[in-house]
């Protein structure tokens, strides 16, 4: 009898389930399936602060763009709660100043033939172009990846001792386009030197002295590829932001 009950009540979920519609089953047609989707019906007492000229559906709805939602692109639209873009940039270069000398730890998302992968890379970051540069070993994953395909996204998040991350959260999100250096490329050999000396501002003394600096730039170039990235879109979060009034999230556009 308990068999007969377990049985029963298995079949109810499994029918249960098949009338319901699993998202992973669901199949993709323009605009995305149903669920994805806010019904806006009244705004929430937090909600961003926007131009009054907008209506909901100028936000909620799926409008073609990339990997970025239209809620946050719409963002582009609204003048309230919005900085310049020079103010923005300085806050980007304010968050991801590292020690000083612009070298920071971030994931870099690329893709394969439809195979996604997410690696850790410290990237260098012009305070001028706002381009990133880092160097890798040959033969790895990533640098097979970027070959294939160069669009990449990069995501940095300033982490934080009281993982508070709700209240205030710090990060930014890169899109651009990543080409690769080899040595003799023009750019490479600035690159090259701009991704050693960082290192070398936090390389521990004895590792200093292992190694000549002319010893660990000839392994650079032997051994490394230098992996360029040029932003075309940078949104930054921030919870200060929102203590001033304005959109927690801003986004620069490369001109």
Same mark, same amino acid.
């Given at each position: ?79 309230? #709660? ?104 023009? #750019? ?50 921030? #919870? ?16």
């Amino acid at each position: 009898m308990k068999h007969t009950i377990a049985a029963l009540a298995t079949a109810a979920v499994v029918m249960a389930g098949a009338g319901m519609g699993w998202a992973q089953a669901a199949d993709w047609k323009d605009g995305g399936p149903a669920y994805i989707y806010v019904n806006p019906v009244k705004k929430s007492p937090f909600h961003m602060p926007y131009d009054d000229t907008l209506k909901c559906i100028d936000c909620h709805k799926w409008n073609g763009a990339d990997a970025y939602t239209a809620a946050t692109m719409t963002l582009i639209k609204s003048a309230k #709660g919005r900085l310049s873009q020079q103010e923005i940039k300085k806050a980007i270069l304010e968050t991801l100043k590292g020690t000083g000398d612009y070298r920071e730890m971030y994931v870099m998302a690329t893709s394969f033939k439809d195979e996604p992968l997410a690696s850790c890379l410290e990237f260098i970051l012009d305070p001028e172009t706002l381009t990133l540069v880092a160097s890798s070993e040959k033969q790895t994953e990533k640098l097979f990846h970027i070959a294939a395909n160069g669009r990449a996204s990069l995501v940095y998040v300033k982490h934080r001792d009281d993982m508070k991350y709700f209240m205030n959260p710090i990060g930014v999100q890169i899109s651009g386009k990543a080409v690769q250096l080899k040595y003799g490329d023009p #750019g490479f050999d600035q690159a090259a030197e701009l991704c050693l000396q960082t290192a070398i501002n936090h390389m521990p003394e004895e590792m200093q002295k292992k190694m000549s600096r002319e010893v660990m730039l000839a392994g650079i170039q032997k051994n490394q590829l230098i992996t360029k990235v040029i932003p075309e879109r940078i949104v930054i979060t921030s #919870g200060d932001f929102i203590k001033r009034g304005l959109h927690r999230k801003q986004i620069w556009m490369a001109q």
